[in-house]
T-cell receptor, first 111, second 114 residues
Framework: EDQVTQSPEALRLQEGESSSLNCSYTVSGLRGLFWYRQDPGKGPEFLFTLYSAGEEKEKERLEATLTKKESFLHITAPKPEDSATYLCAVQLDFGNEKLTFGTGTRLTIIP | DSGVTQTPKHLITATGQRVTLRCSPRSGDLSVYWYQQSLDQGLQFLIQYYNGEERAKGNILERFSAQQFPDLHSELNLSSLELGDSALYFC?????????????FGPGTRLTVL
């Protein structure tokens, strides 16, 4: 069964304290891995798409990387406004285009 | 702002009732997806439409149905509502032609069944 697991479930960091979030997946045929940011009561906001192992994408304080079994979202010198739930999702190579989401990492940045 | 709009923002109704949720995709997007997000289940794919045709089904209950109209807006119909149907319902759309197929989400409709 295709699975997406995110860790940790929750993470509290001091402002400026860098860290990484993990997304591991067990799927047969990955078409793409997506990272989203979700604020409470809002829709997920698209951040990155990664397609092949070794690929890296950057956006402001965020950097996403992909290996054959997992993806990391590294946050450098975070600010309080980076507090949110970060979701990863996979899209399979064959079949429909649905996204299968992990349960997310709830990130809190303390000023 | 993703460009995807959903109405209403909030909906409060009683068990056994029927409701309709509406979604307008981003300009030019032909695919519309519906997802349900509950506290214990996370984001779950329900159904996808592409240019008016049903393309894929996920964990959608028989009491739920959807359609996409010629102007590409979509409606999700939920009937015989139960307490467990209380959740956030999101619509997403994806680009007309893209090898990347990112999905852009709307702000959601919060459904509360009492």
């Amino acid at each position: 069964e295709d699975q997406v697991t995110q860790s940790p479930e929750a993470l509290r960091l001091q402002e400026g304290e860098s860290s990484s979030l993990n997304c591991s997946y067990t799927v047969s045929g990955l078409r793409g891995l997506f990272w989203y940011r979700q604020d409470p009561g809002k829709g997920p906001e698209f951040l990155f798409t990664l397609y092949s192992a070794g690929e890296e994408k950057e956006k402001e304080r965020l950097e996403a990387t992909l290996t054959k079994k997992e993806s990391f979202l590294h946050i450098t010198a975070p600010k309080p406004e980076d507090s949110a739930t970060y979701l990863c999702a996979v899209q399979l190579d064959f079949g429909n285009e649905k996204l299968t989401f992990g349960t997310g990492t709830r990130l809190t940045i303390i000023p | 702002d993703s460009g995807v709009t959903q109405t209403p923002k909030h909906l409060i109704t009683a068990t056994g009732q029927r409701v309709t949720l509406r979604c307008s995709p981003r300009s030019g997007d032909l695919s519309v997806y519906w997802y349900q997000q509950s506290l214990d289940q996370g984001l779950q794919f329900l159904i996808q439409y592409y240019n008016g045709e049903e393309r894929a089904k996920g964990n959608i209950l028989e009491r739920f149905s959807a359609q996409q109209f010629p102007d590409l807006h979509s409606e999700l119909n939920l009937s015989s509502l139960e307490l467990g149907d209380s959740a956030l319902y999101f619509c997403a759309s994806s680009p007309k032609r893209s090898s990347y197929n990112e999905q852009f989400f709307g702000p959601g409709t919060r459904l509360t069944v009492l």
